[in-house]
């Protein structure tokens, strides 16, 4: 039977997350210890611990049938494979920056400017379809830097929490690109691996399901429970079961982690009690 190969970074930001998705949709494998590749114990499936910028290419080339990798790497790349899932982790976005002194009015402000960037492909195609011509000076690291030392005159780089641009004197001034770990696939997979890709996409969705709702459990006086039904956006009717306390019952609901905070004040409002939040550990719908 012929295994899925999926490439994860071998250490970086999106380590630990990616082994941590496939860990939580029940799949085992030895502890790396440096290995380049490993095997589950319980899944048809290989992990390839690779560069992240390598792998867009290796999962074109089929090295790799599959991998997880920063949309950011993966539009750089320009490698033709198919993004199969969005994984909601490692967010952050492809920002221009630029000195905080700087007089900046609007994007006219990086005409004939040089800006430094890791990202070439996407800054160059950018300015493209903006019609401005910068000149863009390619470096592949620290690139925050480089408007201090002299090197240019404003930098495109990946921003989270914006504290390197603020700790180096700069300022972000454009959003170029939202970026979050993908899982990417090959374009023409074999109908084994398709299959056993569908299977891991049927994890993953379930597992990110659960994490994005939580299970509620609530008294409720019985007069109050069709007001109270009416506020709970459950997955569909919510369970209700009588309570030992004459007149009371306990309603039991799913609810977007989204929606959490503004239902519960308005149940509380409402009349509910004893109102309990649990985690979901899978949910499959
Ligand atoms: O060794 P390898 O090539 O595999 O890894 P790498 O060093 O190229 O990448 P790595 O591990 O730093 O990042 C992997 C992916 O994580 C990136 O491609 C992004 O998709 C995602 N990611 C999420 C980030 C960040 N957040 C991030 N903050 N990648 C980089 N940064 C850096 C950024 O370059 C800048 O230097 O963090 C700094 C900014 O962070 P803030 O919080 O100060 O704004
Ligand atoms: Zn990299």
């Known amino acids: ?41 319980n ?54 920056a630029v000195p905080k002194e700087a ?6 402000f990086f005409k004939n400017k040089r800006i430094a960037t890791s990202y070439p492909n996407i800054l160059s195609e950018y300015f493209q379809d903006q019609k401005i011509a910068v000149s863009i000076e390619v470096i592949s690291g620290s690139v925050e830097i480089a408007p201090g030392i002299g090197l240019s005159d404003g930098i495109c780089d990946i ?5 390197t641009l603020l700790s180096n004197g ?21 109908l084994e691996k398709q299959q056993i890709l569908q299977k891991l996409l049927f994890r993953i969705q379930s597992v990110r399901k659960a994490k994005e709702n939580k299970y509620i459990l609530l008294n409720v006086p019985n007069p109050k429970l069709d007001k109270i039904k009416a506020i709970l956006p459950g997955m569909n009717s919510p369970t209700i079961l009588p309570l030992a306390k004459e007149g009371w019952s306990s309603l039991h609901s799913v609810i977007s982690e989204d929606k959490f905070w503004d239902v519960i004040d308005e149940l509380k409002v409402a009349g509910a009690e004893g109102i309990l939040v649990v985690p979901i550990e899978k949910m499959i719908i």
């Open 159 to 163: 921003v989270s929490s914006g504290s």
């Open 1 to 41: 039977m012929s295994k899925l190969k999926i490439a994860v970074q071998k250490s970086g930001r999106l380590s630990e997350k990616s082994l941590q998705l496939l860990e939580e949709c029940g799949i085992k494998f030895p502890n790396g210890g440096g290995k380049l590749i490993t095997e589950a114990t």
């Open 43 to 96: 899944f048809p499936v290989q992990i390839l611990f690779l560069r992240d910028d390598d792998i867009p290419q290796y999962v074109e080339q089929k090295v790799a049938d599959i991998g997880i990798v920063g949309e950011n790497v993966l539009i750089e790349s320009t490698k033709k494979i198919n993004i199969v899932e969005k994984l909601g982790f490692s967010s952050c976005r492809l920002s221009l």
């Open 170 to 190: 700069l300022k972000e001034v454009e959003k170029v690109l939202d970026s979050q770990a993908v899982l990417v696939a090959s374009e023409d997979l074999d």
């Open 103 to 108: 007089e900046y009015q609007g994007l006219e």
